[in-house]
């Protein structure tokens, strides 16, 4: 029921990268490829290449560690994501990039914390007032 429908000859890059759902249209995939941000065996790639089994793709998504991953079938058909799953596997250090990275993500410092300038929050805002009612001034 899940199974892909395989093709035994050589399929496009950003159709396979459609069908195998990393990317929701071929347009965008044709941008991201286009963007050098998809590479085939460690070469910069153009949509139109023929993709194999046993090729190795990285792909980059801006803020992400890269994802390496082994094709490991080929189809022009996009099916379920259980089916597609089954045309590639990720390797084990694309893997541990992403956990580090999410580990990473997950112990990070608060962002409003990291902010020295800018816009006054609530607190600051109540701690000017504070200062500007109990200071003295000269005229008075």
């Known amino acids: 029921m899940n199974e ?3 093709c ?3 399929v496009r890059l950003d159709k396979w990268l459609w069908a195998a759902r990393f990317f929701k249209t071929r347009a965008v995939a044709v941008d991201a490829i286009n963007k050098n941000r998809v590479e085939v065996n460690g070469q910069a790639a153009k949509p139109a290449k023929d993709l194999r089994v046993g090729d ?6 801006p803020g992400l560690p890269a994802r390496e991953i082994q094709v490991l079938g080929l189809s022009e058909i996009r099916g379920p994501a259980p089916a597609a799953q089954q045309l ?6 694309s893997l541990a990039a ?3 990275a999410r580990e990473h993500r997950r112990q990070g410092v608060e962002p409003a914390q990291a902010i020295e300038h800018g816009r006054p929050t609530k607190r ?3 701690q000017l007032a504070d200062w500007n009612r109990w200071s003295a001034s000269v005229d008075e």
Request: overall charge negative.
């Open 8 to 10: 035994e000859h050589p």
């Open 98 to 100: 992403r956990e580090a």
């Open 124 to 126: 600051d805002r109540r």
């Open 56 to 61: 190795r793709l990285t792909l980059r998504e």
């Open 88 to 93: 590639y596997e990720d390797t084990a250090e």
């Open 4 to 6: 892909p429908k395989l």
